[in-house]
C-alpha cells in the first residue's frame, strides 16, 4: 500500500523556521512529481510548491517565494519543505502528495493522486 508520511510541524514563532520531511516509498515515487499543499482552518485546500521527478524544475504559489523552498532526495525517498521566515497566515496542515503518473509535473491539486496525513504548522505572532 502506497503511503505518503509527513513530519516536521509544530509550533513556532513568527519568523521562525521550520523544515517539513515527507518520505515515500522508493523507488516507487523517485520518478513522480511531488508537491507541497496547505488547509488553514476554514480556508480551501491550497498549492504551495512542486518539484519534478529529477528535482530539475520547482514551482511556488506567490505567496510563499523566497520563504519555502521545495527539494528531494531521491536516494533518502524525501522530499523537504524548507520554511523560513514564517507568519501566522502560514499556519495550516500541510500535505505532501505524489502525482497521478510518472514523470509528470503538475502544480494543481487535481494532477496529485496520493497524500499523506498531513502535519500541522502553526505559527504565532
Known amino acids: 500500500q502506497v503511503q505518503l508520511v509527513e513530519s516536521g510541524g509544530g509550533l513556532v514563532q513568527a519568523g521562525g523556521s521550520l523544515r517539513l520531511s515527507c518520505a515515500y516509498p522508493?523507488?516507487?515515487?523517485?520518478?513522480?512529481?511531488m508537491g507541497w499543499f496547505r488547509q488553514a482552518l476554514g480556508k480551501e485546500r491550497e498549492f504551495v510548491a512542486a518539484?519534478?521527478?529529477?528535482?530539475?524544475?520547482?514551482y511556488y504559489a506567490d505567496s510563499v517565494k523566497g520563504r519555502l523552498t521545495i527539494s528531494r532526495d531521491n536516494a533518502k525517498t524525501t522530499v523537504y519543505l524548507q520554511m523560513n521566515s514564517l507568519k501566522p497566515e502560514d499556519t495550516a496542515v500541510y500535505y505532501c502528495a505524489a502525482a497521478r503518473e510518472a514523470r509528470t509535473f503538475p502544480t494543481l491539486a487535481a494532477g496529485f493522486g496520493s497524500w499523506g496525513q498531513g502535519t500541522q504548522v502553526t505559527v504565532s505572532s
Open positions: 522508493g523507488p516507487t515515487f523517485s520518478s513522480y512529481g
Open positions: 518539484i519534478s521527478w529529477s528535482g530539475g524544475r520547482t
